[in-house]
């Protein structure tokens, strides 16, 4: 079982970066999470999507990113995505994706599977 997060980079702010997460396994039945660190500063949960088998693929965004960052799943690929718009310096952290099973859920601990972070750096 394994997910595997790409995707991260060195961008401008206003920049746009689209970061990736594949799975070894049927994501579909899953939910996906995407959280980031910055230095100093505990995870935080960016945005999950319900999974699509057994669910309603809702998704949801925390405010910070609202607007900018959209999350989104290929089933034919088994993977996630989180396309990121409009970076901000603060938006700068490693990222990771996650897969749950259970809906709805922004809790770190509620997700059983993660990838191993993929850095994002916004600065001129």
């Known amino acids: 079982v394994q997910l595997q997060a790409s995707g991260g980079g060195l961008v401008q702010p206003g920049g746009s970066l689209r970061l990736s997460c594949t799975a070894s396994f049927n994501l579909d039945y899953y939910t996906i999470g995407w959280f980031r660190q910055a230095p100093g500063k505990e995870r935080e949960w960016v945005s999950i999507?319900?999974?699509?088998?057994?669910?309603?693929?809702?998704?949801r965004y925390t405010d910070s990113v609202k607007g900018r960052f959209i999350i989104s799943r290929d089933s034919t690929k088994n993977t996630a995505y989180l396309q990121m718009n409009s970076l901000k310096a603060e938006d700068a952290a490693v990222y990771y994706c996650?897969?749950?099973?259970?809906?709805?859920?922004?809790?770190?601990?509620?997700?059983?599977?993660w990838g191993r972070g993929t850095q994002v750096t916004v600065s001129s």
């Open positions: 999507m319900n999974g699509i088998i057994g669910n309603d693929g809702a998704t």
């Open positions: 996650a897969a749950s099973g259970h809906p709805n859920t922004v809790y770190a601990n509620e997700y059983e599977y």
